[in-house]
């Protein structure tokens, strides 16, 4: 099945690839099409730089053969705050290149001759991994009533817009602002779990909050329900190629 025509929600990831082999471009595209992995193209080095800086990617591939410069791209996705945990692989042609990617921080190592089944194979070890770390940055739309409530005023409710891991946009006409601490109570869609988290303001627009959830002991609950929303994004056709993954 050929998956190139998929809705961006179907996609797994965003992986940034950093190559100028046209053969080996090919390859892996095929491949992350298979797993319903979006690839952006990038030959140069200064460009895939830049665009670390700018997108959110859950994988970079880099190939060796362009040489020292291969070295900057995987140091510039660790340094970059949004993508130091991405997920890195190195396409490699030696053994003593397969050591220096590791050293370097590449967490796989694609082998030169490189194939379908080769690809497909580091692909299904990475998935989880892949998985989890756009689990990080995944907003889910919601809509939920929420309770705000604060020790030096009566408790008021919204609505919450959207929900990640880190916080949650909420429609309320509570009057705070920046730098606020409160507590949000809320239960999500499909789950009777009642959430209580402690949460700071970030910012106000008009009759909206963006909040930021402060350490809880409830993160693992909010975990399972986005990965489930998560999972539930992704077209059945997509899934059913995942179902034999660890």
Not at 2 to 19: E, K, M, Q
Not at 77 to 86: F, K, L, Q, Y
Not at 173 to 180: H, I, K, N, Y
Request: with cysteine.
């Amino acid at each position: 099945m050929n998956d190139i025509n998929l809705p961006p929600t179907a996609f797994v990831g965003r992986v940034l690839l950093v190559s100028n082999d046209a053969v080996a471009i090919e390859q892996l595209t095929e491949s992350m099409q298979r797993f319903a992995l979006s690839a952006e193209q990038c030959p140069e080095v200064p460009s895939a730089l830049e665009r670390l800086k700018r997108t959110k990617f859950e994988a970079v591939i880099v190939d060796l053969r362009l040489g020292s410069q291969a070295g900057e791209v995987l140091e510039g996705a660790r340094h970059s705050p949004s993508n130091e945990h991405a997920v890195l692989f190195t396409i490699s042609g030696s053994e003593v290149e397969a050591a220096e990617a590791f050293k370097a921080g590449s967490t796989f190592v694609l082998r030169r001759p490189l194939s379908a089944a080769s690809i497909d194979l580091s692909l299904k070890v990475a998935y989880g991994l892949i998985v989890r770390e756009r689990r990080r940055y995944f907003r889910s739309p919601v809509e939920v009533p929420v309770a705000i409530l604060r020790t030096t005023m009566p408790t008021v409710h919204g609505h919450a817009v959207n929900i990640s891991e880190g916080g949650m946009s909420v429609a309320t006409v509570a009057p705070l602002g920046p730098g606020d601490q409160v507590q949000l109570q809320f239960t999500l869609a499909g789950d009777e779990f009642q959430f209580a988290l402690e949460s700071t303001v970030c910012w106000r627009r008009e009759q909206r909050l963006g909040l930021q959830f402060r350490s809880s002991h409830q993160t693992s609950k909010l975990q399972e329900w986005l990965s489930r929303r998560l999972e539930e994004e992704i077209p059945q056709s997509v899934r059913d190629k995942f179902s034999n993954v660890p």
